[in-house]
């Protein structure tokens, strides 16, 4: 970890937007909104749902309501629970508008600064033919205008700094001042699980700003780093952060699905929140592109959100919210994937797929609800972690 | 590079609608939108007071420049948390009347489990 001073805020890195008291007082309330929502707004859908949708849901069908579906299906006209809803949405507008506003006001400048270079050695490999996948260009995933590849200007970052800026708010500090919760968290189950692990080379997959990557750089000093995304905003932005934090990253603009990389090139494969960003079909893909790139011996790991199996049923259609309410198309189909499932059907052994939990590498525990639901990102206090052993 | 670049503002996809009527929908918008910027109004005159206190004059660049430290931030924090209560006071309202009706769904025996049992 970089040496931070002060837990409750940002990291300021060399490409951060800097806010007005303004700006930052509009984005404080946004987060304040947020945390707002989720631990006082959202458990009255509970008592919704108990005292009003279940017992009609029951008189309309003659049956208890069981699946998360059905729920659904049963809270979908609930007053309550659309108005929370209405809210939980213009939560998530209002949080893109306030880190929009500052990065609008200073983009000629943050192009400027992540120029610059910086000390580390870190390299930055941009494809502009790169086709950007169908599931990115359907909808703007979890409401960000633009999503991770739209270019406003000539050498854009605008992006990457509205998404790191953004994370920090979503997540309400939990993820730590890098927002590198995930990742940290990722790195100590594979510690605690595989403790004589020495990767060689890392990549991580669908890395965005590198919230999570450069942790990798700090845990495993002996390996290379790489860092791979669809995004060239975001991408430039990550490299320019990551060289202003002394950091050694090789950055590249590709697909997860189909990269240049030579067979057996990595030792250890990891995402943090990539897989519900895909597709099924993708997502195979990408797992099939896992093995080809995987050393023998060599490990994937994905961390999500826990499957809806896991969880009661009324709990499972609370973090479904985010498929339907929040641009997250894939968010509940990818909550039903089985490891071995997906091991066994991309060639990997199924015997040697896992799905785990770790608890958040992050001290947050006075602000954590402890509870997995939509609008509540980073407030369960572990992630689900799945993948294989090649 | 020093032209003024416009981000997009709508993202992709089709916008849920909560409401019957979508004037509602919108009307909710604005609403919080305007709750966050009384917000950022109150922070400005906090930011005012704190600069007067502390012997410097309040003008705008000082406070524009301003950022809070971690104490300033709680407070503000646990500023704004019961703002919102007082903000969506109609909210919450429907949700103790829910959180009694829940409690009352609850058979009355389980009741009589529950003040006899010992820990």
């Known amino acids: ?390 | 590079m020093a032209e003024h670049v416009t981000l997009q503002k709508k993202a992709r996809g089709e916008r849920p609608q909560y409401f019957a009527d979508p004037a509602i929908d919108k009307t909710l918008a604005i609403t919080l939108a305007l709750a966050g910027e009384v917000a950022v109004l109150r922070d400005r005159i906090d930011t005012i007071e704190r600069l007067a206190e502390a012997g410097q004059a309040p003008t705008r660049a000082a406070v524009d420049a301003y950022r809070p430290d971690a104490t300033v931030r709680a407070e503000r924090d646990a500023w704004r948390d019961t703002y919102l209560d007082t903000v969506l006071r109609i909210v919450h309202q429907e949700r103790e009347e829910l959180e009694q009706r829940a409690a009352d769904t609850k058979p009355y025996a389980a009741v009589i489990e529950e003040v006899t049992q010992v820990d």
């Open chain 1, 1 to 390: 970890m970089t040496a931070t001073q002060d837990l409750t805020t940002q990291f300021r890195h060399g490409v951060l937007p800097q806010t007005t008291s303004d700006e930052f007082s509009r984005q404080e309330f946004v987060k304040s909104l947020k945390f707002h929502l989720a631990s006082k707004v959202s458990l009255g859908n509970h008592d919704a749902y108990e005292a009003r949708a279940k017992p009609a849901y029951r008189k309309a069908t003659g049956a208890e309501p069981e699946t998360y579906a059905d729920i659904r299906k049963a809270m979908s006209e609930d007053p309550y629970f659309n108005f929370w809803s209405a809210m939980q949405r213009n939560s998530q507008e209002m949080m893109w508008k306030s880190v929009q506003i500052p990065v609008e006001r200073q983009l000629p400048d943050l192009i400027a600064a992540a120029g610059k270079g910086g000390e580390a050695a870190g390299t930055l490999r941009l494809n502009p033919d790169l086709e950007i996948p169908k599931y990115h260009r359907g909808v703007d995933i979890h409401c960000m205008p633009g999503g991770y590849h739209t270019e406003f200007t000539a050498d854009d970052v605008a992006n990457g700094a509205v998404y790191d800026t953004a994370v920090y708010i979503y997540a309400m500090g939990r993820m730590g001042p890098l927002n590198s919760d995930i990742g940290d968290t990722t790195i100590a189950w594979i510690k605690e699980n595989h403790p004589e692990f020495k990767p060689r080379r890392i990549l991580d997959m669908g890395c965005t700003v590198g919230h999570s990557t450069l942790s990798y750089c700090d845990a495993f000093p002996e390996a290379e780093v790489f860092g791979i995304d669809v995004g060239a905003p975001v991408l430039r932005y990550a490299h320019a952060r990551a060289q202003s934090m002394g950091k050694t990253v090789h950055f590249s603009q590709q697909n997860a699905e189909s990269t240049d990389f030579e067979d057996g090139y990595f030792d250890l494969i990891v995402s943090h929140i990539l897989v519900h960003e895909t597709s099924n079909a993708a997502m195979r893909r990408i797992m099939k592109e896992c093995n080809r790139l995987l050393t023998p011996g060599g490990l994937v790991v994905h961390a999500e959100t826990p499957p809806y199996r896991d969880l009661p049923a009324y709990d499972a259609f609370m973090l479904d919210w985010d498929t339907r309410n929040n641009n997250e198309p894939y968010w509940g189909a990818s909550h039903e994937l089985v490891a071995t499932e997906i091991a066994a059907e991309t060639g990997f052994d199924p015997a040697k797929a896992f799905e785990a939990y770790q608890p958040s590498a992050f001290e947050a525990t006075e602000r954590r609800t402890k509870v997995f639901q939509g609008g509540d990102f980073g407030g369960g206090g572990a992630w689900w972690l799945w993948g294989v052993q090649k």
